[in-house]
């Protein structure tokens, strides 16, 4: 569950925030008491001309559009939308094995931002998985994001709205088993909670009906892990959750070769299934351990049926070993959440 409400928070709340695995929406003037400006590039083909952010841990950087030009709009395979706003770029020294966690606000009223991540400026390098535009104007867009090359990546603070906006970006650098649960990370393994079983700073849902809700599950970094108690199969395992607004929900589990795979989202409580319900199967680009520090891709000869609204994802048969994602969305986002159970069977046949 991504949490994007739309209130105001008081600032004694907000300083808090940041300390957490959850994104929320921040105070534009919190930001702008708090964040160093930077000029951004108009230009990306030379990385030398990019302003560069590094971090130790996190930092906000104020940047402003205006006075830019919409000079990429092939840009827009990065985030699967029209971008017609003005985009400007600085840079991250990344290397393979971190995890990067991005969040933007817009400052400027009803601003509509977009984000992603490029490791060479071209469009052949773009990723879905390493971008965000889901939320809308006047709303907070994050991802994370894990390198698998080593060197200056490009940031593109772009939008779907013409022109130019003010925009305040928080980049943080999380580091799984340092005991501090850190912005865009859902849990730490080496600080305990109630009721939170935690591996590499994945929240695992071991029971049947366990819930995803009250962390962020909504990207393949963050992914909640399928891993029934006590070394069971993965077979017929229900767990729950809720989509709305710009939500959306991603689960992973490990499938041997030749396991055949089924998924299927049923609703809770009542409710039907809405128009635009989606159940999609990615599958992780590498067959090793760990799995989880590539971007996942889409599943040739995965199929979906739908029932009722309802959607039933099959893989007849895996291909070989690997950790396969689940994403559930409702596009456009409903008014009101959906609750849904997701019941996940990887066996052989």
């Known amino acids: 569950m991504r949490r994007h409400p739309n209130a105001r928070r008081p600032r004694i709340a907000l300083l808090g925030a940041l300390a957490l695995g959850d994104c929320v929406v921040f105070d534009p003037e919190l930001y702008q008491q708090n964040a160093a400006g ?10 030398s001309s990019v302003p560069v952010v590094q971090p130790a841990l996190q930092r906000v950087v104020q940047v402003d559009t205006n006075g830019l030009g919409d000079q990429y709009r092939e840009f827009a395979a990065c985030t699967g939308s029209d971008l017609p706003g003005n985009e400007g770029f600085f840079a991250v020294n990344m ?7 991005f969040h933007i606000d817009p400052v400027t009223p009803d601003a509509d931002p977009a984000i992603y991540v490029l490791p060479v400026c071209t469009t052949l390098q773009c990723s879905t998985a390493g971008a965000s535009d889901l939320c809308g104007a006047g709303r907070s867009e994050h991802f994370s994001f894990r390198p698998v090359t080593d060197g200056v990546h490009l940031i593109g603070i ?36 109630s009721e939170v079983e935690c591996v590499r700073c994945h929240k695992v849902l071991s029971r049947a009906m366990a819930s995803e809700a009250g962390v ?15 070394g069971a199969p993965l077979q017929m395992f229900p767990v729950t959750g809720t ?25 809770r409580n009542g409710a039907t299934c809405p128009a635009g319900l989606s159940l ?7 067959a090793t351990p760990p799995a989880l520090t590539d971007v996942p ?14 959607p039933t994802v099959t893989l007849p048969r895996a291909a070989r070993a690997s950790t396969w994602f689940l994403q559930v969305t ?20």
């Open 216 to 230: 962020a599950n909504d990207d393949y970094v963050n992914a909640m892990l399928l891993r029934p108690a006590a």
């Open 297 to 310: 891709v889409a599943v040739p000869g995965a199929t979906v049926t739908m029932t009722d609204g309802c």
């Open 95 to 101: 290397h393979p094995g971190e995890t990067w966690h």
């Open 38 to 47: 930077i000029t951004l590039a108009d230009r990306c083909e030379n990385p």
């Open 280 to 286: 999609s199967m990615l599958r992780s680009d590498i």
């Open 330 to 349: 409702v596009r456009p986002a409903p008014t009101v959440e959906f609750p849904y159970t997701l019941t996940v069977d990887a066996r052989r046949p």
């Open 243 to 267: 989509v709305g607004g710009c939500d959306l929900d991603m689960f992973s589990f490990d499938a041997a070769e030749g396991d055949a795979i089924t998924a299927t989202v049923t609703p």
């Open 158 to 193: 772009d939008s779907k709205v013409r022109g130019g906006a003010a925009y305040a970006v928080t980049v943080v650098r999380p580091v799984c088993g340092n005991g501090t649960i850190e912005h865009g990370e859902p849990c730490d393994d080496a600080r305990p909670q």
